[in-house]
């Protein structure tokens, strides 16, 4: 039975502080991921406008890549610092979790016998996209060379020559 407290007409049940607890949770919750959603989807929209590169053999910089990779691309937040993903950098709690989460989890990078995308094309599509069926979002920050720098250092990482 809950109490009034006739003084200020405020509830003093326990319970009922609890409950207006949980509501402004999952309040801040919902905008917090509504958010997210959002920028993810405008991002994505921005994502199919940039022009794919027309080759990256020749033009790429692997160190340049690397730069990227492990900075301004955040790909190491998922894939370990170059590639190598027993080395994550040090993370927000949440984000670790997050990213722990992650079904399917993030792939190697080094190991090309478990890497789905076989062509920079393919490669392309999923960093500018973000990739289907997992949990990789859009990077709409990278410019063409820094994007044709990454796919040169993705090359080093999985042992090709180029």
């Known amino acids: ?4 407290d006739r003084k200020d007409d405020r509830m003093t049940d326990p319970t009922n502080k ?3 607890g949980l509501t402004f949770a999952c309040i801040v919750s919902v905008v917090c991921w509504g958010s997210q959603f959002i920028e993810i989807a405008e991002m994505n929209a921005w994502a199919g406008s940039q022009p794919l590169p027309k080759s990256t053999r ?7 890549g690397r730069a990227v990779f492990n900075g301004k691309g955040v790909c190491h937040y998922c894939h370990g610092i170059d590639g190598n993903l027993n080395r994550r950098p040090h993370l927000a709690a949440d984000t670790a979790m997050l990213i722990n989460q992650l079904n399917p989890p993030p792939v190697d990078l080094r190991n090309p016998n478990v890497l789905r995308l076989k062509t920079d094309k ?5 960093i500018l996209d973000g990739h289907p069926g997992t949990g990789m979002f859009p990077d709409t920050t990278m410019t063409n060379q820094e994007l044709i720098d990454t796919l040169a250092y993705l090359a080093l990482l999985r042992g090709e020559s180029r």
């Not at 039975?1 to 009034?4: E, F, G, K, T």
């Not at 020749?58 to 340049?64: F, Q, S």
């Open 1 to 4: 039975m809950a109490m009034i």
């Open 18 to 20: 609890i409950l207006r």
């Open 58 to 64: 020749t033009t790429g910089d692997a160190e340049r």
């Open 122 to 126: 393919q490669r392309v599509r999923a």
